[in-house]
C-alpha cells in the first residue's frame, strides 16, 4: 500500500529568487519642489540624506497599478504561468483598505488565483520578511513558486510641512518569485523586533483618532536621531548575524542592498561590515528615495538592470524599519 502524499508540491532542500520585476512613481519631485514647506534647502536635504530627487505617483495612479506592473514584470522573467503561483505575500504599510487584504485583489489582477494571498505590515523590513515567508514556503512544499511584493504609495501619508520624515518618502513597488532551487539560495533568516523603540516611526494619530474628531488625517513621523543610532548600531549586528548564519564572509559579497532609509546609514552600514571596494553598495536612495517595504526590491533590480551587478552573485539585504522591525538574508541575485 501506498504512502498518502499529503503536501500540493515536493518537499525541496533549497529555494531562490528567479526574477524581479519594478514599477515607480511616474512623477520626478527634486528638493527644490519640497524644501520650502519644511524651511530647508535642496542643500541640507542632500546632506542629511543623500537624495536628489524622489518618485512619486501621481493621483491617477494607485499603489495597486505599481504592484501589478511589478508582478506581471517578474512573472514574464521568471518564465512561469501566473497560475502556478502557490501564495500570494504583498508588504506594505500604505493600502488605503484595513480590509480586505491588497494580496488578494493582486492575486486576481495577475491571475494567480486560488492562490492564498495575504499582506504583511512590517513597514521598511516588510519585503525581507516575505522572502523569509516564501522560502519556507517553497521548501515546506506548501507552494511551488511564491509571488512577493514590497509596494508603497507613501505620498497618501505626507505632511508637506513635517521635517522629521516627509521630505524622505517616495512610492513603488518591487516583485519577486520565489521557486525551488538545486542549489541554496536563500540563507536562513535573521529577523526580530524590537518594541522599546515602537514609536520611533508612527502616524499621527490612529483612524479612531481622526474618526472621532481629535486628530486630522494621520501621516508619518520619525524619531530620526533615534531611528539612525538604532539602524546603524543594531543593524550593523544583524547584518554580521546573518552573513554568518549563511556561512559567508564580506568579501564573497557581490553587492550590499539595505533598506533606502538614508545615505548615511547605507554608508555606516557599510563601514561597520568593512566591505570591500569590489562590493557594490545599493544607492537607489538618490533618485527614488525612501520607498518602505519597496526599496529593497526596487534597488536590487535597479543594479541587475544598469549591469552593476549580474546574475548570480550573493548580496546582502537588510530591511529595517516602523516597529522596530528588522530582517536580513542573503540571497542569490537572480
Same mark, same amino acid.
Given at each position: 500500500?501506498?504512502?498518502?502524499?499529503?503536501?500540493?508540491?515536493?518537499?525541496?532542500?533549497?529555494?531562490?529568487?528567479?526574477?524581479?520585476?519594478?514599477?515607480?512613481?511616474?512623477?520626478?519631485?527634486?528638493?527644490?519642489?519640497?524644501?520650502? +514647506?519644511?524651511?530647508?534647502?535642496?542643500?541640507?536635504?542632500?546632506?542629511?540624506?543623500?537624495?536628489?530627487?524622489?518618485?512619486?505617483?501621481?493621483?491617477?495612479?494607485?499603489?495597486?497599478?505599481?504592484?501589478?506592473?511589478?508582478?506581471?514584470?517578474?512573472?514574464?522573467?521568471?518564465?512561469?504561468? +501566473?497560475?502556478?503561483?502557490?501564495?500570494?505575500?504583498?508588504?506594505?504599510?500604505?493600502?488605503?483598505?484595513?480590509?480586505?487584504?491588497?494580496?488578494?485583489?493582486?492575486?486576481?489582477?495577475?491571475?494567480?488565483?486560488?492562490?492564498?494571498?495575504?499582506?504583511?505590515?512590517?513597514?521598511?523590513?516588510?519585503?525581507?520578511?516575505?522572502?523569509?515567508?516564501?522560502?519556507?514556503?517553497?521548501?515546506?512544499?506548501?507552494?511551488?513558486?511564491?509571488?512577493?511584493?514590497?509596494?508603497?504609495?507613501?505620498?497618501?501619508?505626507?505632511?508637506?510641512?513635517?521635517?522629521?520624515?516627509?521630505?524622505?518618502?517616495?512610492?513603488?513597488?518591487?516583485?519577486?518569485?520565489?521557486? +525551488?532551487?538545486?542549489?541554496?539560495?536563500?540563507?536562513?533568516?535573521?529577523?526580530?523586533?524590537?518594541?522599546?523603540?515602537?514609536?520611533?516611526?508612527?502616524?499621527?494619530?490612529?483612524?479612531?483618532?481622526?474618526?472621532?474628531?481629535?486628530?486630522?488625517?494621520?501621516?508619518?513621523?520619525?524619531?530620526?536621531?533615534?531611528?539612525?543610532?538604532?539602524?546603524?548600531?543594531?543593524?550593523?549586528?544583524?547584518?554580521?548575524?546573518?552573513?554568518?548564519?549563511?556561512?559567508?564572509?564580506?568579501?564573497?559579497?557581490?553587492?550590499?542592498?539595505?533598506?533606502?532609509?538614508?545615505?548615511?546609514?547605507?554608508?555606516e552600514l557599510a563601514k561597520q561590515l568593512k566591505l570591500p571596494e569590489s562590493v557594490v553598495i545599493a544607492?537607489?536612495?538618490?533618485?527614488?528615495?525612501?520607498?518602505?517595504?519597496?526599496?529593497?526590491?526596487?534597488?536590487?533590480?535597479?543594479?541587475?538592470?544598469?549591469?552593476?551587478?549580474?546574475?548570480?552573485?550573493?548580496?546582502?539585504?537588510?530591511?529595517?524599519?516602523?516597529?522596530?522591525?528588522?530582517?536580513?538574508?542573503?540571497?542569490?541575485?537572480?
Open positions: 500500500m501506498t504512502q498518502p502524499v499529503l503536501n500540493q508540491y515536493d518537499v525541496v532542500k533549497y529555494s531562490r529568487i528567479y526574477s524581479l520585476g519594478a514599477a515607480r512613481g511616474d512623477l520626478t519631485v527634486t528638493n527644490d519642489e519640497i524644501a520650502g +514647506p519644511i524651511d530647508s534647502s535642496d542643500e541640507w536635504i542632500r546632506q542629511r540624506t543623500g537624495i536628489i530627487t524622489r518618485k512619486r505617483a501621481s493621483v491617477d495612479r494607485s499603489l495597486m497599478d505599481m504592484a501589478v506592473e511589478a508582478s506581471n514584470e517578474a512573472i514574464k522573467k521568471a518564465g512561469i504561468d +501566473p497560475a502556478e503561483i502557490g501564495a500570494v505575500i504583498f508588504s506594505t504599510i500604505t493600502h488605503p483598505f484595513q480590509t480586505p487584504s491588497a494580496a488578494t485583489l493582486l492575486a486576481e489582477k495577475i491571475g494567480a488565483n486560488p492562490a492564498p494571498a495575504y499582506d504583511v505590515s512590517a513597514a521598511c523590513a516588510g519585503y525581507c520578511y516575505g522572502i523569509a515567508q516564501a522560502d519556507a514556503l517553497v521548501r515546506s512544499g506548501m507552494a511551488k513558486y511564491v509571488l512577493v511584493v514590497g509596494g508603497e504609495k507613501l505620498s497618501d501619508f505626507i505632511e508637506p510641512t513635517d521635517r522629521s520624515i516627509s521630505f524622505l518618502l517616495g512610492d513603488g513597488a518591487g516583485a519577486a518569485i520565489v521557486g +525551488p532551487s538545486d542549489f541554496p539560495g536563500i540563507s536562513p533568516t535573521v529577523w526580530g523586533s524590537d518594541g522599546s523603540h515602537w514609536d520611533a516611526v508612527s502616524m499621527t494619530g490612529s483612524l479612531i483618532d481622526f474618526r472621532d474628531g481629535k486628530t486630522t488625517w494621520p501621516t508619518l513621523k520619525q524619531e530620526g536621531q533615534t531611528v539612525f543610532r538604532w539602524a546603524v548600531w543594531e543593524m550593523a549586528k544583524t547584518a554580521k548575524k546573518a552573513l554568518e548564519v549563511a556561512g559567508v564572509q564580506a568579501e564573497d559579497l557581490t553587492a550590499l542592498v539595505t533598506h533606502q532609509a538614508n545615505i548615511r546609514i547605507i554608508d544607492r537607489d536612495i538618490v533618485t527614488s528615495g525612501n520607498t518602505s517595504a519597496a526599496s529593497i526590491p526596487l534597488a536590487m533590480h535597479a543594479l541587475l538592470e544598469s549591469g552593476e551587478v549580474k546574475s548570480g552573485g550573493l548580496a546582502l539585504q537588510i530591511g529595517f524599519g516602523a516597529g522596530l522591525a528588522f530582517g536580513a538574508q542573503v540571497v542569490v541575485l537572480p
